[in-house]
């Protein structure tokens, strides 16, 4: 393994902490307009690839169906917050098609956001599969679950009808038979299949293409609801409210993709060792690098390539940072 | 940058993520028994040095003029879980030297421990010093204070008649003028100062000398009350209680360092990207490596040189292993 460093973390005068990865930039053609390191490895692509997940629930007529709002799409593309507007938006998701909590599969873990944790447990109340981050996503496969007239129980199993769905429109937009990929478990129980790092990006250029009216719709309705799809003070929700015309998504394990619909682009980056610290300037060093920007959102793309890094007294003691700037 | 793999995490069939970093073990005498890496780089050893930093206490007479026990002192060489009997210790450690938790300038953070922070927070209460994680190293640097008549303010201070004695006796160990050397604000907001991965192994290999009286002291407390030094289900403590020969300590961004006294080594090991679940399983996975253990030993400390990956529903999704044995 040789891939380039991304990120460092400093502490004073020295750096701590060094973070090697991969990226590809590539366009709809998939040619190769920026890379680094071994873009040719699978990765598994993790949450990054929630608005792929999401594709057959708008192009089958499942999403016009069940009278879903621009709100509640962005919310099946999320790894949200779980602050109390998630909730609500996941909760109408669930009701619209049908379904109820019960049904979910995601597994239940405290809101990630701090105060509405805080909040929650002070109140005697329990962690929820609904405070689940991807229990946005969940509601979404249990509503096409119902489109497709499947058992809901089940839906998070790879030969469910619902997974099979995805996997083949996931397989197609980034050119992957995915039954001959590694196919792992998520953190929230639905399979993850490995994709290398080129075709992912090839499967952002591609849903960035103004003909793909299903992921127009998507990316319409996360630009509307960049809140809905992390929440207060979180990354993915600063950069595209900070900069509308890219559409980034986080994975675990140090995974970010993106689209950038005006010059039909996609990005897909893998930190190796999985530290989300180091996706999040990585990307946004490779996004401002990009010759696509106007000068103010290229300045706002750098912003997001660094940042002070504070102790619990909240002195700065150092700082982590995109070294491809 | 050319460190080895230290540990793998893998997810379904394949490796998802890789930790790269280098480690020594040195022997009294400074000679390199077994080293990986970029072993002359020096690296912040944060929490790895608690002990080095209690060194003083003992030597100087301040933990006999206050009569402190065992316990107390095991705790000031911990990175504690803020469970009830940790936060007793720290406040009887200030109680007997005149202090008192205004006094502390570590910050406050809730309790690590899961079911210890839901209990405070239902409870109404609120994150206090007391619960920081490093809240036993620092009652003892306060008690330092006292016995040299130091004002105990400030003692978090570089230039503290507290922190000048601990650099001092920390670069005697180690073999290192710290004065010289890089130094950054840790976590807790005293100072860590950069040491060369080489001469933090001599060090500890130093710490395990029979002759070191109050080393001997504090592995002695230290194996008495491993409890005290992580809390319930921690690497430090379940690595110590199975393995009591050994004495082990985590510190912040990847690093691990070690201790055996029966072989008179010492061990220090960097994870690069800071991960501390990869120093977790490298520290077993090169100490099992070593030829100085009785069969059982050696068994468990394989044991902890691998775990398994679960999710939210408690699937087994993948494992966190060392690749060095």
């Known amino acids: 393994m040789s891939n380039p460093m991304i990120a460092e973390v400093t502490r004073g005068s020295i750096v701590e902490s060094r973070h090697t990865g991969s990226y590809a930039v590539v366009n709809g053609e998939g040619q190769v307009v920026a890379a680094e390191g071994d873009v040719a490895a699978a990765i598994y692509p993790r949450s990054a690839v929630k608005a792929f997940q999401c594709l057959p629930l708008i192009e089958s007529g499942a999403a016009d169906r069940f009278g879903f709002t621009q709100e509640e799409i962005a919310l099946c593309c999320s790894s949200h917050n779980g602050e109390a507007s998630h909730v609500r938006v996941a909760q109408s998701l669930l009701a619209k098609a049908g379904n109820?909590?019960?049904?979910?599969?995601?597994?239940?873990?405290?809101?990630?956001?701090?105060?509405?944790?805080?909040?929650?447990?002070?109140?005697g109340g329990t962690s929820l599969s609904v405070h689940n981050n991807c229990s946005g996503k969940h509601a979404g496969m249990l509503a096409l679950a119902r489109h497709l007239g499947a058992d809901p129980h089940g839906y998070a199993d790879p030969a469910h009808p619902v997974q099979r769905l995805i996997a083949r429109r996931m397989g197609e937009i980034c050119s992957v038979d995915l039954d001959g990929q590694p196919v792992g478990i998520d953190g929230c129980s639905v399979p993850t299949?490995?994709?290398?790092?080129?075709?992912l990006a090839l499967g952002f250029a591609r849903f960035s293409d103004a003909d793909n009216t299903a992921a127009r719709r998507i990316i319409e309705a996360v630009r509307a609801h960049p809140f809905m799809v992390a929440g207060s003070g979180d990354f993915d929700t600063l950069l595209m409210e900070a900069v509308p015309r890219v559409f980034v998504k986080t994975g675990a394990e140090g995974v970010y993709c993106a689209a950038i619909p005006h010059a039909g682009?996609?990005?897909a980056l893998k930190i190796d060792d999985g530290a989300s610290r180091a996706a999040e300037v990585g990307i946004a060093s490779v996004l401002a690098g990009l010759d696509v920007w106007t000068p103010e959102e290229r300045a706002q793309l750098a912003r997001f390539s660094h940042h002070g890094l504070v102790n619990w007294?909240?002195?700065e003691v150092g700082e982590v940072r995109g070294v491809l700037l």
């Open 313 to 315: 007294r909240k002195i």
């Open 193 to 199: 299949w490995a994709i290398p790092l080129q075709n």
């Open 100 to 123: 109820a909590e019960p049904l979910y599969e995601c597994g239940a873990h405290w809101p990630l956001h701090e105060a509405t944790r805080l909040e929650l447990i002070r109140g």
């Open 265 to 267: 682009l996609g990005l």
